[in-house]
């Protein structure tokens, strides 16, 4: 975590201290029960074995060994383990050294972990990750640490022993999209609070950010060609705070901590609504030229870019053009929600200026599943946030050959309340309490959307009512991890009953991590 790397040089610090002021009967060496085992882990894995007579004792003298398409991953390891254990654990590279170690190597794993799976071995000998990519290996970096107890996410060194409970793990994704989207629109997060909330889902292998960057309340990042978006556009957000926006520079550094953690972001500029930020900056983009005040409360519905003036296609493409420029991953999100004050032709319309846009910078859409009944190109990718199992433009979309995004909004959207008193987070599409969230299955939600139609699970957090890293850890958890799942675990290995068990012990893991999290009934924290 960012919070926590930042320590990692103290830990380093205190390692003399601790390494020899350990008392020569060491009690804390003797338990080598493991709080959890490989069965335990979240998301579940396709396969998992434990063997209690298989763990494996880090030592001040183990190594972290990798090959070289490895060593970023190990390198990451190490930052993970250092500051609770305060061992130096080097990061290797080759057959050097004897000694115990963690081994990170990529190839010589079984074609069925694909590009983001992996196989661990834990055994009282060392532990052995392998993956046929450096993105596998992140995968079981993020297994492995669920395997040591939670007080291995502390931030200063414990006097303990650090097992790694023991046991065999095929696994690999069910989907390959799994995505948490934040809206730094209706209220700006900073780079360091968006870095934190990387590192939190990361750690349950979600692989892809999807950040809002503009809506009626304000306009999120700097456009070169139109610098009053951000300079002008960012000054708001809902309920009249500050507001912010990313500079390119600061964008970019995001993209590359995000990829950092094997994490794609998507980037959305939502058109033909949720306008008003672009056109309080530019009167020009106003039919009538005219300018128009700021809003920061939460109506939506009422704005609409210009559609028959050239200027609005020219803001397109100067915007999409920048922003492709900025992103790496192949998808831009052009929005096309609720856009209420567009007329059904004029909606059709911008489409058919619009998507050729994003093709011309060699990018792919997605965008709410609006867009569905505009035909996009199959290469675009609706993302279906309504609540009722029947959506005749996505089914049909979905029959064309496009692949769904399914976040319907009763079960994924993180900014539901939990219950009728939640403090935080809206209630539109339904109260999403830890069982709601968990138990639904993207494949069978909609119909005439089966898994072969479905390109993965996204958990979006709008955030009205949201304002600091607290308030998006208390709706992010629990619920998270369950989309997490639901995204990454086979179908048939998950069932309420027994991921409830297992979330429980995710708890002095969030605690360690300073996560604020709901503390729902549903589930008997440990
Ligand atoms: C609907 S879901 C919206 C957003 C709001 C959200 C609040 C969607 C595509 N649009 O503009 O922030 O509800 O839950």
Redesign the pocket.
């Given at each position: 975590m960012s919070k926590r790397l930042s320590t990692t040089v103290l830990g380093v610090a205190v390692l003399s201290l601790v390494t020899f002021g350990l008392p020569a009967t060491a009690s804390a060496a003797q338990h080598t029960k493991a709080e959890r085992t490989v069965t335990d882990v979240i998301p579940a894995p396709v396969e998992a074995k434990a063997d209690p007579r298989a763990n494996f004792r880090l030592n001040p003298a183990t190594v972290i060994r990798t090959d070289r398409d490895g060593r970023q991953v190990g390198e990451y390891l190490a930052g993970l383990l250092r500051p609770a254990t305060g061992y130096r654990l080097p990061v290797v590279t080759g057959h050097r050294g004897g000694g115990p170690a963690i081994s990170l190597e990529t190839g010589h794993a079984s074609d069925r972990v694909g590009t983001e799976g992996y196989q661990l071995k834990v055994s009282s000998s060392g532990v052995s990750l392998r993956a046929k990519t450096d993105k596998g290996l992140f995968s079981g970096v993020q297994t492995l640490r669920q395997l040591l107890p939670s007080a291995i996410e502390a931030t200063t060194v414990q006097k303990r022993s650090w097992v790694v409970s023991g046991g065999t793990v095929l696994d690999y994704p069910r989907f390959g999209y799994r995505s948490a989207m934040l809206?730094v629109a209706?209220h700006f997060f900073t780079p360091a609070q968006v870095k934190l909330y990387i590192d939190q889902i990361a750690q349950y292998k979600i692989n892809t950010l999807h950040l809002h960057l503009s809506?009626d309340q304000g306009w999120r990042i700097e456009i070169k060609s139109w610098p009053k978006l951000a300079t002008v556009g960012g000054l708001t957000a809902v309920g009249g705070g500050p507001g912010g926006y990313y500079t390119q520079e600061q964008y970019k550094d995001l993209v590359a901590y995000a990829a950092s953690r094997h994490i794609t972001v998507v980037p959305e500029i939502d058109m033909p609504g949720?306008t008003n930020a672009a056109q309080h900056s530019y009167a020009e983009l106003n039919c009538d030229g005219k300018p128009i005040p700021a809003r920061t409360d939460?109506e939506?519905g009422y704005s609409s870019l210009c559609i028959n003036k050239d200027i609005t296609y020219t803001f397109v493409d100067d915007v999409l053009r920048e922003l492709a420029a900025l992103t790496p991953g192949k998808y831009l999100n052009i929005g096309g929600?609720?856009a209420h004050a567009t007329t059904p032709e004029d909606y059709q319309t911008f489409a058919k200026k619009v998507q050729p846009i994003v093709a011309k910078y060699g990018k792919q859409i997605t965008g709410?599943h609006d867009i569905a009944k505009t035909n996009p190109p199959v290469s675009a990718v609706p993302q279906f946030?309504g609540t009722t199992g029947t959506d005749a433009n996505v089914a049909a979309a979905a029959a064309r050959g496009n692949k769904i995004l399914m976040s319907p909004?009763n079960k994924a959207?993180m900014?539901?309340k939990y219950h009728p008193q939640t403090p935080l987070g809206?209630s539109?599409?339904g109260l999403i309490e830890v069982k709601t969230g968990y138990d639904w299955d993207p494949a069978t939600y909609l119909q005439g959307v089966t898994e072969q139609n479905v390109i993965g699970v996204e958990a979006?957090l709008?955030s009205?009512t949201l304002v600091t890293s607290e308030h998006i850890e208390f709706m992010a958890f629990p619920r998270l991890p369950g989309y997490a799942e639901i995204g990454w675990s086979p179908k048939d290995s998950r069932t309420w009953d027994a991921y409830r068990l297992r979330l429980a012990k995710q708890s002095p893991r969030w605690v360690q991590q300073g996560i604020d999290f709901y503390r729902s009934t549903q589930v008997d924290w440990q």
């Open positions: 809206d209706r809506d949720h939460i939506v929600d609720e709410w946030w909004a959207y900014d539901m809206l539109w599409a979006p709008w009205e």
